[in-house]
């Protein structure tokens, strides 16, 4: 990380995403690692890659990726839950990609988790799972048939 770059002191769990999203939308590692925590105990999935585990590979892993140019994702649809320490996001990622078969957008469901520290509010985990079948992602009946994760 560059010396002179000083990250925010983030006051919601919504700062830090906002910020995030718009670093990689810009294609700057530097911003957008500055969002994550820098404990050896965070965690990063991206859609159909490997579990990295550690701010040095998710920083690797980040500046691999930017380095062949920014990322357009935007979320579309937020489901947020809180408390004073934990925030958990599950997130509908659009890309600006179309489904060869049904020319829809490509999604991402995407899992952020934020812990409030010291430094303020940090990205612990993001944890991205693609899907692009419609109407995946409507809500589940009320009632329904117990099932196993």
């Known amino acids: 990380m560059d010396e002179d770059f000083h990250p925010a002191l983030f006051s919601t769990p919504e700062a830090v995403e906002q910020t995030w999203y718009d670093a990689l939308e810009r294609g700057d590692a530097a911003a957008a690692m500055a969002c994550w925590s820098d404990e050896d105990d965070v965690v990063c999935i991206h859609p159909n890659g490997p579990r990295l585990v ?30 004073m320490m934990v925030a958990v996001h599950s997130i509908v990622e659009e890309l600006p990609l179309r489904h060869p078969r049904t020319g829809a957008p490509l999604r991402v469901f995407a899992t952020n988790i934020y812990f409030k520290t010291p430094s303020g509010w940090r990205l612990v985990l993001h944890h991205g799972s693609p899907n692009d079948e419609p109407g995946s992602d409507v809500p589940m009946p009320a009632h329904r048939p117990q099932m196993l994760h």
């Open 54 to 83: 550690g701010i040095e590979a998710i920083r690797n892993s980040y500046a691999e990726i930017l380095s062949q140019g920014a990322l357009t994702i935007r979320p579309v649809r937020r489901h947020t839950q809180q408390n």
